[in-house]
């Protein structure tokens, strides 16, 4: 079974620029939750979605925003990139809402010059 | 307070050693515990989980749980080199949805 694919990989934008990253979960997994992970403030949770709905956001200014298709894959958006959204951004899935388990895509590293 | 605290380390062991990683948590409505591994420049990979009190095995590697102290911890058994990574401990309570709550990581280092 293909793990949790993300695309791209690496991506360099200036400040004022936005981005969208993709996320591909594990087929039959229905929930997908994005995290941002920084040196200095570790995983941080940007959003959860579950069935197309978000069901949950981290405490994250409104430039970050995401969505989910009717295939499961879901993509975050980044506006107005600040220098501080430099990080590496994770897609994680699972089954559903109460699966255990979670398991991680590759992550999309963005640099903000 | 956060959510999820962890000593960051770093933790350097001998090769054959038992590597010791602890985590505490601070809301008692947790229900889930899981611990990650994260070699440098990749993404996080399941160790194993734990929802009871106790200990739980899997291999060379121990979780154990007790709610009561609000404390888990992960026991590497036989430490190769090849553990050398940051664990990342992250608790979930269901009335959160899926939300897992993550720890900054402990960096384990075990020598030849």
């Known amino acids: 079974k293909a793990g949790v694919t993300q695309t791209p990989r690496y991506l360099i934008k200036t400040r004022g620029q936005q981005v969208t990253l993709s996320c591909s979960p594990i087929?039959?997994?229905?929930?997908v939750s994005w995290y941002q992970q920084t040196p200095g403030q570790g995983l941080q949770f940007l959003f959860e979605?579950?069935?197309?709905?978000?069901?949950n956001k981290g405490n994250f200014p409104g430039r970050f925003s995401g969505r989910q298709f009717s295939n499961s894959r879901s993509e975050m958006n980044v506006s107005t990139l600040e220098l501080g959204d430099s990080a590496l951004y994770l897609c994680?899935?699972?089954?559903?809402?109460?699966?255990?388990?979670?398991?991680f895509g590759p992550g999309t590293r963005l640099t903000v010059t | 307070q956060k959510e999820v605290e962890q000593n960051s380390g770093p933790l350097s062991v001998p090769e054959g050693a038992i590597a010791s990683l602890n985590c505490t948590y601070s809301?008692?409505?947790?229900?889930?515990f899981f611990w990650y591994r994260q070699y440098s420049g990749k993404s996080p990979e399941l160790i194993m989980f734990?929802?009871?009190?106790g200990d739980k095995e899997d291999g060379r590697f121990t979780a154990q749980l007790n709610k009561a102290s609000q404390y888990v911890s992960l026991l590497i058994r036989d430490s190769q080199p090849s553990d050398s990574a940051t664990y990342l401990c992250?608790?979930?309570?269901?009335?959160?949805?899926?939300?897992?709550?993550f720890g900054t990581g402990t960096s384990l280092t075990v020598i030849p």
């Open positions: 994680a899935s699972s089954q559903g809402v109460l699966s255990y388990e979670q398991y």
């Open positions: 087929s039959g997994h229905r929930s």
């Open positions: 979605y579950f069935s197309e709905t978000q069901r």
């Open positions: 809301d008692r409505g947790s229900q889930s």
């Open positions: 734990i929802y009871s009190n």
């Open positions: 992250a608790v979930k309570r269901f009335s959160s949805g899926n939300q897992f709550y």
